[in-house]
């Protein structure tokens, strides 16, 4: 039974669209027009083969909003508002959708932005924010995920190359990427830069650089991440990022994007919503509609109340980005309580399906799945909590 998408439902509860301007609205529509038109049909199918609908590249290429924040080169130089807006609408489609924008342009581009010179800028942005190319963002390893700063990965200077040996684990589309941002860690002052990694000519990777997809995932399953091996991995000079000088740029790149994935869960929260909210409505159990049972309309009231919650922080945290006030831990409380948030009502919507939940058709479930990974990448709800708690105490539970 899939739910009649005609039937209005208020998930906007305290009129937060008045806040937008007209410029905010147009960008919501488009992107809502492309998810409708491009993504849903196309997806559940992506899911089940795992990988992603490339096909929809190209009307997601015409869209304008690769490179989001970021401004010249080709990009739109949307406000950090608006670049929340388009993480949710993408996300109230599918997770895997907005991971392949998140990564393309918050951490591929968002790094040369930051930390690139401007020759770097002109050589590899433009085709990025056409999607002429995509990007990846090689950080996490085997061993390092939220103590990343200990990564192991090296990189050692042979006259005009740097050789880079070491191992990467969970690279959003590091196995097809034509840019890939490689962090290691230089031996000779010890300290972690990033050294971008092209294609060869021939669409082959330089010899060294070994990529497959990880298989087996019961989430984001329309968008593959990659085990990297690398050895010996040979990479000019001149394409180290040249501002990148510490493990502090990688905390400047994820400081960045970590309130963009609060809007994410609220995209998936937001999806959720609205499916279970006309499911109830048409649905009917001994004789009724399930909508006018009591347990149901207070799960409904407590499911609106946490969206919007949730919008509401995201909608401050976007104003306060935009005028440079945001802190790292406002940040870390926007990401940790989407994330729970969302979760559970993910899991509310599911229960209130029943069954038809489980089914892809309905949507609900690959809202539900994702989730379970928006809750840990970008550090996790437990990292999350602490960088807050050393805020709240002055004193650092980290190791």
């Known amino acids: 039974m899939t739910s009649d998408s005609s039937v209005m439902v208020n998930t906007d509860f305290y009129h937060l669209d008045d806040y937008l301007g007209d410029d905010d609205r147009a960008l919501v529509a488009r992107v809502r027009a492309f998810v409708k038109e491009q993504v849903l049909p196309n997806?559940?199918?992506a899911w089940e083969r795992a990988d992603f609908p490339y096909e929809i590249l190209p009307a997601f290429a015409e869209l304008g909003i690769a490179g989001t924040s970021i401004e010249g080169y080709g990009?739109?130089?949307l406000t950090r508002l608006q670049a929340g807006l388009v993480?949710?609408?993408?996300s109230r489609g599918d997770g895997s959708v907005n991971t392949l924008n998140a990564v393309q342009s918050g951490l591929a581009m968002g790094s040369i932005s930051l930390l690139g010179s401007e020759e770097q800028k002109q050589r590899w942005l433009p085709d990025l924010?056409?999607?002429r190319k995509l990007g990846a963002f090689a950080l996490t390893e085997p061993e390092h995920g939220s103590d990343s700063v200990a990564l192991e990965t090296s990189?050692?200077?042979d006259g005009?190359?740097?050789v880079i040996d070491g191992a990467k684990r969970w690279i959003g589309l590091g196995h097809v990427a034509d840019v890939v941002i490689v962090w290691a860690r230089d031996v000779e002052d010890a300290k972690v830069k990033a050294f971008v990694l092209e294609k060869n000519a021939d669409g082959t990777y330089p010899e060294g650089y070994d990529a497959r997809a990880i298989e087996g995932k019961i989430a984001k399953r329309a968008i593959q991440q990659?085990?990297?091996e690398i050895t010996g991995l040979r990479i000019p000079a001149e394409n180290r990022l040249q501002k990148s000088t510490s493990f502090r740029d990688v905390g400047a790149i994820l400081n960045r994007t970590r309130s963009t994935v609060a809007w994410e869960s609220l995209g998936h929260a937001l999806a959720a919503y609205e499916i279970a909210a006309r499911y109830v409505q048409e649905r009917s159990q001994f004789g009724k509609p399930i909508a006018s049972f009591q347990l149901v309309q207070n799960k409904l009231a407590n499911m609106l109340a946490d969206l919007t919650a949730m919008q509401l922080m995201c909608y401050r945290t976007g104003v306060l980005q935009d005028q440079g006030r945001l802190t790292n831990e406002q940040a870390s409380l926007s990401k940790m309580f989407t994330g729970q948030k969302s979760r559970q009502l993910c899991r509310d919507a599911r229960d209130l399906l029943g069954g038809n939940g489980l089914?892809?058709?309905n949507h609900v479930a690959r809202h539900l799945t994702d989730m379970e990974v928006v809750h840990t990448y970008e550090g996790t709800d437990f990292i999350q909590s602490l960088i807050i708690g050393r805020e709240i105490t002055g004193i650092s539970a980290f190791a």
Not at 87 to 90: F, I, N, Q, S, V
Request: charged share 15%.
């Open 359 to 361: 089914l892809l058709e």
């Open 226 to 228: 990659a085990q990297i």
């Open 75 to 77: 990009c739109p130089g």
């Open 87 to 90: 993480a949710m609408e993408l």
């Open 155 to 157: 990189a050692r200077l």
């Open 43 to 45: 997806i559940n199918a």
């Open 129 to 131: 924010a056409a999607v």
């Open 160 to 162: 005009d190359h740097y």
